[in-house]
């Protein structure tokens, strides 16, 4: 059931919501409604605020059971203790093996009281009852649940998607003894660097303006259904509305009218500064006590940074933790589909979503429940372009070393360091590049596996490429692009695209790994530096990690461009404040990629031994 019927632009919200929330399924919605009693309450917090709370508890009584939790600021619809969910719990798999299943609205969100704050900031340290955030909350939660629903056996789990994701990563710190267990999944975890809002300091467009028309209006109080902001917005093709529209601030002062707090705060904070910082969680992931399942997906355009990062955090802050990854080929939250088999064109031969289903119930049932086994390696990952299911005891694994391709004259990319050259390309923010070779009304998935001949053939994007590979390489972790770059103007976006050419008749140029850095933040994110002009700079960018065969017969490619719109907002290409800009603020910019001695440009992967 998708909770949003008035907007055509939250194609990443809806996947969460489908993956949330009560679905028509009349078969499962029958047997919870035999076998479990709905309940709601007003759960008070240590500083008075009641959060509302949907509970199915079994009607069995002849065992006790854990407590499985889900807190959202999507809403616990339907509400009524008459009116039954057809989903509860992670998948379908789950309400035949019997938990008390609780969804609670967050601070602030839906039928709740109190304030809601994007990403609510962690506190290391709370002196008072007034000092609040999403640990204690989950803290006060569990034990108003352990205190006041029978018939529990003392444990608790929590788990979520996207944003429920983010607050099943901020219950760990200090978490209450009876939670032993969490899954956050594609959770949200530094939305200035990766996630959500931004990625690299540059600014997810079209995805959050889609996303705060409909989540963000201001309500008056507790109340069951937000209405969009504007109900003026008309989008055919998303790259001509965003374009037309003009300079960033033109959409509130023409769609918004101050009227979406998140999205002023966001144009309030276009550095990391104290706010972002704040809203960093994985400062927070210290001494993490419960086993953690974390889960994401290689074609999540909003939050693989989250899971990979929240993963990394964990491991490097909390020594002697229970803490597993899960990587698959999915989409945002696209685990928790019936299905998953196929995607922008590839068939991973299986279903992806229903092995990984069985996985999460059986971590679920041994933490919680004391039941089965949970024999599962650190990381578990599969590997596009052979799709296959891999084990590892680390992640990254050890069995990979690092390797430098680097980028040559005559768009060639080879082991051997480049001598001589360079290459030099216009970025006209009148004419961006397009994130994909489709027309549409939404972001569509499909950019993060889709074919970029369209790029290579355009006079503003660099490509270099290997020759035909004569064994299987596979790359596995983070991939690393060091370029040295002069730019003509103060600063520029830089794109750095990873690219399995197909054997195929079209040569297809499939689209493995991409980022964005907006230049003024090569540095620092929260000093942002101008360019000088024509001055040779060193330039780094931090792509995602992989985990990707390019098979024998295939080619590597790097794709280098300026723009990627209107997936990223576009850049006047001068240093200043990007939401202050006015139509005169953007400008051309020379772009030139440096491949000599002295100035190398190459992509470090590590490629498996």
Same mark, same amino acid.
């Given at each position: ?303 693989? *940074?989250? /899971? !990979? ?6 491991? $490097? ?8 990854? %899960?990587? #698959? ?124 001949? *369209?790029? /290579? !053939? ?6 270099? $490429? ?8 596979? %790359?596995? #972790? ?132």
């Amino acid at each position: 059931m998708n909770r949003i019927l008035f907007t055509l632009a939250l194609l990443f919200t809806l996947v969460v919501v489908s993956a949330q929330r009560p679905n028509a399924n009349p078969e499962a919605a029958k047997f919870i409604k035999d076998n479990y009693t709905k309940i709601e309450r007003l759960i008070p917090m240590r500083d008075g605020i009641k959060l509302f709370t949907a509970i199915y508890i079994p009607k069995d009584s002849t065992q006790k059971y854990p407590f499985l939790l889900m807190r959202t600021p999507y809403s616990v619809r339907p509400y009524g203790e008459e009116n039954y969910s057809g989903r509860v719990g992670p998948s379908s798999l789950f309400i035949k093996e019997k938990y008390i299943f609780v969804s609670q609205d967050v601070r602030g969100r839906y039928m709740s009281e109190g304030e809601f704050r994007e990403m609510s900031p962690g506190m290391s340290v709370k002196k008072t009852n007034k000092d609040v955030d999403e640990s204690s909350d989950t803290y006060d939660t569990i034990d108003w649940l352990l205190k006041n629903i029978g018939n529990n056996n003392g444990k608790a789990g929590i788990y979520g998607i996207s944003y429920p994701g983010f607050y099943a990563s901020a219950a760990l710190p200090n978490a209450h003894p009876a939670l032993v267990a969490a899954s956050p999944q594609a959770p949200m975890s530094d939305e200035f660097e990766g996630d959500d809002a931004n990625h690299r300091g540059a600014f997810m467009l079209m995805d959050n303006f889609g996303f705060m028309n409909s989540f963000d209006h201001s309500r008056p109080g507790p109340w069951k259904q937000y209405p969009p902001i504007s109900t003026t917005i008309k989008i055919d093709d998303v790259y001509d509305f965003y374009l037309k529209t003009g300079p960033i601030k033109n959409l509130n002062a023409l769609y918004f009218h101050d009227s979406s707090k998140i999205w002023n705060q966001y144009m309030q904070h276009a550095t990391k500064d104290t706010f972002w910082q704040a809203r960093n969680i994985r400062t927070h992931l210290t001494n993490i006590k419960p086993a953690v399942l974390i889960v994401g997906g290689w074609y999540d355009a909003e939050d693989m *940074f989250g /899971s !990979l990062e929240t993963y990394k955090a964990i491991e $490097a802050q909390s020594p002697g933790n229970n803490n597993r990854l %899960v990587m #698959g080929p999915w989409t945002h939250g696209a685990w928790s589909r019936g299905d998953w088999s196929k995607f922008a064109g590839i068939d991973f031969g299986s279903n992806t979503s229903a092995a990984f289903q069985q996985l999460e119930l059986n971590f679920f049932n041994y933490y919680l429940k004391g039941t089965g086994a949970f024999n599962v390696p650190e990381a578990t990952i599969f590997v596009t372009g052979t799709n296959q299911w891999k084990s590892f005891d680390q992640w990254p694994p050890k069995e990979s070393a690092p390797t430098k391709l680097f980028l040559n004259e005559g768009h060639a990319l080879s082991l051997t360091a480049a001598t001589k050259g360079w290459d030099e390309y216009i970025s006209d923010p009148a004419n961006p590049v397009p994130y994909i070779n489709k027309k549409s009304n939404d972001r569509i998935n499909e950019y993060m596996a889709a074919d970029q001949t *369209f790029a /290579s !053939l355009r006079n503003d994007v660099l490509y270099y $490429a290997s020759g035909v590979l004569d064994k299987d390489i596979t %790359v596995y #972790g983070n991939i690393t692009a060091r370029l040295s770059a002069a730019v003509s103007n103060t600063d520029v976006d830089f794109i750095v695209k990873v690219i399995d050419v197909l054997p195929d008749s079209a040569k297809t140029q499939r689209l493995v790994r991409a980022e964005v850095l907006r230049g003024k933040f090569r540095n620092s994110y929260s000093q942002p530096e101008a360019f000088v002009p024509d001055k040779i700079t060193p330039i780094t960018i931090e792509l995602n990690d992989v985990a990707h065969t390019f098979l024998k017969g295939h080619k590597i490619m790097i794709q280098v461009q300026s723009s990627w719109f209107p997936l990223v907002d576009r850049n006047p290409q001068k240093f200043m404040n990007i939401p202050d800009a006015n139509e005169n603020d953007f400008t051309k910019a020379a772009i030139r990629i440096y491949h000599d001695v002295k100035n190398p440009s190459f992509i470090e992967m590590r490629i498996a031994k």
